[in-house]
């Protein structure tokens, strides 16, 4: 068994050194931190008027608008589905945006690739929520679908149904295709139509455990019921705000910038219903279901972090002249940015402040007088392997907070490539090794999860001292 009384194992700093070979004590060593200016801290958005500008450019109040909307009072993961598809369709809409770029210098081998890449990622993505809602008794059944299956295929030919044929069994499957999505017509161009049949690929491979499809043209080949898209998605008022109010420049990644951050703002929207959903599930004891939803934010964070990286396509001299046409920088503004998406702000302190939840999990109370209450109690649960559901959870919270730290290290390496280094350091002020940015000070930030983290530490090291001593020879002599 493993020895969890780690406090009489701990080696105080004015004792005696006492070499290994002469004790079985567990010594664990602690490297000191060089950056002492790095410390838990929550970011603080951008100033409200570098804010508003911003979200005025993307016309986030009338996207939020959509996003908000409730259509249908019994369908619970409306919510976090519908802001997924509205930015799976404006994905739709980069598509068209990159392949009618005129200029002979734009990458466009390459912006195709990243773009089919970005909508099977938010394909995935899409399909894991789907599939989640299926297993889950009190989110099944009220999705809106139309199942063709019960027309015995007469349906009216008004463009907007495709009979697909069943050889086996003599049955004929019906396949509804959306009438107001791009995919659909990227299909039926020729400049995109190898584009557009990849992601209908995408979303055949991708919906195969789902129990109905999203019907924008892909096969079908199982006869699944198929999603009202038009009725979920409205992929006509979408579309309406391709416009920003700054398109009267004359600056082709304009378009580039403003399609590129409505997809961003609506998976950070996504993220941040999931969010308030495992706070829930938490609280009611479903471990399980809120381990999902963690990986799936997760997930989400790697998404933002592709979706930025591709400004590191756009053509730098169009990017930054794009820039000072858009007065993006103001002398007195600091903050990143990233900052200036609200929302962006609130997931972070969401996603940190779940560290909270980690005595609730465990079933213990943070000891007052600070002692490792929480820590043991990790380290039973880590040993015994009885709540695995818990572990489960436990897991996925340290993922999220990988992700994140990752996402805003990342945000900083494309904001150097795209602009400079000395923009990526906060409007041209370099830092010391006693300072640091807000960019960096998040990623360089102690764990969010102390006691998890000590609770591995003791425990691996409990580990490397009951092992036999003619094993460890054995191990050495082999390398």
């Known amino acids: 068994m493993i020895d969890l009384d780690w406090k009489a194992k701990m080696v105080s700093s004015d004792l005696p050194s006492i070499s290994p070979r002469q004790s079985n004590k567990l010594h664990v060593s602690f490297p000191a931190i060089p950056f002492r200016a790095v410390s838990n801290t929550s970011p603080t958005p951008a100033s409200d008027p570098a804010c508003s500008a911003y979200e005025d450019y993307l016309r986030l109040p009338e996207l939020r608008r959509l996003w908000n909307r409730k259509q249908f009072s019994n369908w619970k993961t409306e919510s976090i589905l519908k802001p997924a598809l509205q930015a799976l369709e404006i994905t739709f809409r980069f598509v068209s945006t990159v392949l009618s770029d005129k200029r002979p210098y734009a990458n466009k081998r390459e912006w195709t690739r990243r773009i089919e890449s970005l909508a099977t990622s938010q394909i995935?993505?899409?399909?894991?929520?789907?599939?989640d809602e299926a297993e889950d008794s009190t989110t099944r059944g009220a999705t809106p679908i139309a199942d063709l299956s019960s027309t015995e295929g007469v349906l009216a030919r008004d463009g907007s149904?495709?009979?697909?044929?069943?050889?086996?069994?003599?049955?004929?499957?019906?396949?509804?295709?959306?009438?107001?999505?791009?995919?659909?017509?990227?299909?039926?161009w020729k400049t995109s139509e190898d584009v557009a049949q990849k992601i209908m690929y995408s979303i055949e491979c991708e919906m195969r455990r789902c129990p109905y499809t999203l019907g924008l043209g892909e096969p079908n080949l199982n006869g699944k019921p198929t999603l009202e898209y038009d009725s979920v998605c409205s992929p006509n008022e979408i579309h309406a705000l391709k416009k920003s109010s700054y398109d009267h420049i004359k600056?082709?990644?304009?378009?580039?910038?403003?399609?590129?951050?409505?997809?961003?703002?609506?998976?950070?929207?996504?993220?941040?219903?999931?969010?308030?959903?495992?706070?829930?599930?938490?609280?009611?004891?479903?471990?399980?279901?809120a381990s999902n939803d963690c990986y799936l934010i997760e997930r989400i964070w790697k998404l933002l972090a592709e979706i930025e990286d591709l400004h590191l396509l756009m053509d730098p001299d169009d990017f930054l002249r794009l820039k000072n046409q858009l007065q993006m920088r103001s002398f007195d503004e600091k903050s990143p940015f990233c900052f200036r998406s609200r929302e962006l702000v609130e997931i972070t302190k969401s996603c940190k402040e779940l560290k909270h939840k980690v005595p609730e999990i465990l079933g213990v109370a943070v000891d007052p007088k600070g002692g490792p209450r929480i820590q043991e109690a990790a380290m039973r649960l880590y040993s015994e392997k009885r709540e695995f559901q818990k572990v489960y959870l436990l897991q996925a919270l340290q993922a999220i907070e990988g992700a994140l730290k990752r996402f805003f290290y990342a945000y900083q390496q494309v904001l150097a490539v795209a602009m400079g280094s000395l923009e990526a350091k906060g409007n041209g002020v370099l830092v010391s090794s006693e300072s640091c940015d807000s960019l960096t000070q998040l990623f360089l930030e102690p764990t969010?999860?102390?006691s998890l983290d000590a609770a591995k530490t003791f425990l691996g090291e409990s580990w490397s001292h009951e092992q036999p001593n003619g094993a460890e020879r054995r191990i050495r002599r082999k390398q």
Do not use: C, D
Request: hydrophobic share 40%; charged share 20%; glycine share 2%.
């Open 448 to 450: 969010y999860f102390p």
């Open 124 to 131: 995935e993505l899409i399909a894991t929520i789907i599939e």
């Open 161 to 188: 149904y495709a009979e697909v044929w069943k050889v086996p069994g003599e049955t004929t499957v019906v396949n509804k295709t959306s009438e107001a999505s791009l995919l659909p017509r990227l299909a039926m």
């Open 251 to 289: 600056n082709q990644e304009n378009q580039s910038v403003y399609t590129t951050h409505q997809i961003l703002e609506s998976w950070i929207h996504v993220a941040k219903q999931i969010i308030q959903r495992v706070i829930e599930r938490i609280g009611s004891e479903e471990f399980s279901k």
